[in-house]
């Protein structure tokens, strides 16, 4: 997968159905005090959601291979602030903070353009990990490896984990095969290692129980509507995301592929096309 994969423009338009879907669980482990490590970290959306729940933090280290993201991730964060009453203030190229005068807070955000190969040396510097939308990209080596190095009484966070589930309201008789085929393609060699696409969530089951380590499971799905342009346009972007790559795939009848593509969009069309994207979040106490 190419460094440059995804878009500012997709993780934006993400953003708002990332805010409804996940799991507020996390509130009762985070702490004032704590220092997160937000691995894959794409323009901070991860960050933006915590303060937006009033899940309070001290710093949280965005990590990401693609330096276009990161650059983001301070105007992001300004736009978001603009809406809150909340001050953003920049230090320096890499660093930010945020301020709340309602709960007298301050967040400080650093950026460290690093794969996130090279990020294990860093886990045990920080209370929290944080991994969004992105385990499916993991190989077993590398979640293996982080399991075996973390220390602890820490929290892993690992929120919206694809589970390989998608479904709709109105029933294709090719779904189940598309979405057979969307799966397998997740699970393909990304930067020399196989990543694990939905099973990465059985893996990170296996390697805490192996462990001892507590294990919390929620379900963070996204439902998408087509009852509003802002809803249609999302919906189709995201059937745009296993349409295009099963498109290059010389493996899927490509007819069968095209006719499921256009009822979609025609049901989209029709503004009744219902989508449920199946999510989980992690919570994981080391
Ligand atoms: C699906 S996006 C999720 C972004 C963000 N966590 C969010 O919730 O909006 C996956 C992110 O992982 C980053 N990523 C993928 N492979 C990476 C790697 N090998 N090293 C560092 N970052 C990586 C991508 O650049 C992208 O920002």
Redesign the pocket.
Known sequence: ?K?E??TNTW?AL??PY?FLSRNKNLKKLIKRSDCIL??????G??GRWCIENDIFFKTMML????QR?LNSSRISTAKFCKSKKLVIERISNKKFKVEDPVHNLTYGFETIN????LAIDLINNFDVLS????ID?LSIKYLSNIFNIINGNKVIAMT?CFNGKVSWNHKNTHDKYIINEFNKEQQSIK?GELALGYKSIEKVKQLSKKKNFKISIYDSSWKLLSNSHENKKFQMKYLETIYKPLKRNGQVDNEILEKWFSSKIQLIDNNSLETTVGHNDIIIQT
Do not use: N, Q, V
């Open positions: 997968m460094k994969y995804f993780l993400r953003e990332d937000d691995i894959g970290s794409g323009t959306s991860f990590l990401d291979h693609d993201l690093r794969d996130l190969g991994m969004s939308a992105l990209l919206l930067e």
